[in-house]
């Protein structure tokens, strides 16, 4: 089923939106019949209740849906993706109180949920499609949920077929699609090109490591995307348990949220000049795995003390880091899965950011808040930069004592962006849950709130 809305010449059914407070006054407008059933079937307007009409020859005539009280609303979103999932197959449009932000999300909602990976299983999603509602930029909402969808496939595929190479062919098909410049360094020309600890820990791999380089537009700010690519991460010579492994085919998920985010960009037109980097490897065990106790040194020139082989992402994303910092962008964001300290402190649905650009922040925060794109604003806590100088190189890539690891982590990386005006996301990229317009799975995380923030943050 495509995300995209149905043909505005399509006949549709009405799909009503009433609360608790407004159902009584739409029902006194009803024919009897119309009102005797809606009290035989109990429907009360609670939230993502959804009732269906029955039409003058037994077909549907039309659905209520229940929007609830707006303390409920405030407990989740996309709610009336909950509708698409229900209603019988067919289109339609809804008519209600919802307006501007609130109606955005909720034709984005309805698209999303229409999404399903089914590359190894044919599987059945929402059949009931939405005509664009008045007032929704539906093309603008489409390319978002292409975004997303993106993001969402690249994560759910597994290992064995999104590798570094599957990785960099990806990129390679959003390029070609709009039409960017890519360029690709791989196995021992990242030495030769100073690259140093993106080699390092991808060279144990089968697959060989690669730095990723796609670049967009020739007018406007600046903007450099920075995803962490580890298409699987063992936690190499640390060897993660088995339990812990089981996810690790999101470990890419930073570079495909910078994906998705690029991808919309470039739907959209944004007049900017984009470049984004993707350090792409596997972290994986052999003869020629990097070891607990050596010294690398980046392409920066800063030594890091390998401390522990599982926090490899800081590693990969240190030298794209630095890499993106040689150009000075406007603004350079990276996206990574890169702790789970980030986890514990925010659970899995916020995605927390490190900036010190308050101009960049408040965009973010209200950015956030329209597109239901939840973000969390955590410190890059100078005192803590002790924490990551281990005394025999300059830096520790993980730092004893378990405290703050999120936030060591993202100076870890601050040091590499040196003084370009940067932003960090320790995101998750998983839904443990399925909620209305997301299945259980891969899922964006903080792109989406970024993409709305991009024009007040850059001056667009």
């Not at 969402?152 to 077929?161: E, G, H, M, Q, V």
């Not at 995307?225 to 699987?232: D, I």
């Not at 649905?349 to 597109?371: K, N």
Request: hydrophobic letters at 45%; a negative charge; charged letters at 20%.
């Amino acid at each position: 089923m495509p995300l995209t809305f149905a043909p505005s010449d399509a006949e549709a059914l009405t799909l009503t939106l009433l609360t608790p407070e407004t159902l009584t006054d739409w029902v006194a407008g009803q024919d009897a019949s119309v009102a005797a059933w809606i009290a035989g079937m109990g429907f009360d307007a609670g939230l993502g209740k959804v009732l269906v009409l029955p039409g003058a020859d037994g077909a549907p005539g039309g659905a209520l849906f229940g929007l609830g009280t707006a303390g409920a609303r405030k407990r989740g979103r996309f709610h009336l993706a909950k509708a698409a999932d229900a209603l019988p197959e067919g289109t339609w449009r809804i008519d209600g109180a919802l307006a501007g932000d609130d109606l955005d999300e909720a034709a984005l909602g309805w698209l999303l949920s229409h999404y399903s990976f089914d590359r190894y299983k044919a599987r059945g999603g929402a059949k009931a499609r939405l005509a664009a509602p008045e007032g929704v930029d539906s093309a603008r909402q489409e390319a978002i949920a292409a975004g997303e969808a993106l993001v969402r496939d690249l994560i759910n595929t597994p290992a064995s077929d999104m590798g570094p190479d599957a990785l960099e062919m990806a990129a390679r098909d959003v390029a070609g699609a709009f039409g960017a410049a890519i360029t690709v360094v791989t196995g021992e020309a990242l030495l030769e090109q100073n690259f140093p600890m993106i080699h390092a820990v991808g060279r144990a791999a089968a697959k060989a490591p690669r730095l990723i380089e796609m670049t967009w537009g020739d007018e406007g700010p600046a903007l450099t995307l920075v995803g962490k690519g580890v298409c699987f991460d063992t936690g190499g010579l640390d060897i993660k348990p088995a339990a812990s492994m089981l996810l690790m085919k999101k470990d890419m998920g930073g570079a495909a949220n910078v994906l998705g985010l690029a991808r919309t960009i470039m739907a959209l037109g944004l007049k900017v000049k984009l470049r984004v980097l993707i350090p792409a490897v596997e972290n994986a065990i052999s003869g020629d795995a990097f070891r607990p106790g050596d010294i690398l040194t980046s392409r920066k020139g800063l030594t890091v003390e390998i401390n522990n082989t599982d926090a490899e992402g800081r590693l990969v994303l240190g030298d794209a880091l630095a890499y993106g910092a040689e150009a000075g962008p406007d603004l350079m964001i990276s996206m990574a899965t890169l702790t789970g300290a980030a986890r514990v402190a925010v659970g899995p649905d916020l995605a927390p950011y490190y900036s010190d650009d308050e101009g960049f922040c408040t965009a973010l925060t209200t950015a956030a808040g329209r597109v239901a794109d939840p973000v969390w604003r955590l410190p890059f806590w100078e005192p803590y930069e002790a924490m990551i100088e281990p005394g025999i190189a300059d830096l520790d890539n993980a730092p004893r004592g378990g405290f703050a690891g999120s936030i060591t982590a993202a100076l870890f990386l601050r040091r590499f962006a040196g003084d370009t005006n940067y932003a960090h996301f320790d995101i998750y990229g998983w839904k443990p849950a399925a909620s209305p317009g997301f299945p259980m799975g891969g899922a964006g995380q903080g792109w989406r709130a970024i993409l709305a923030a991009l024009p007040e943050a850059l001056s667009l």
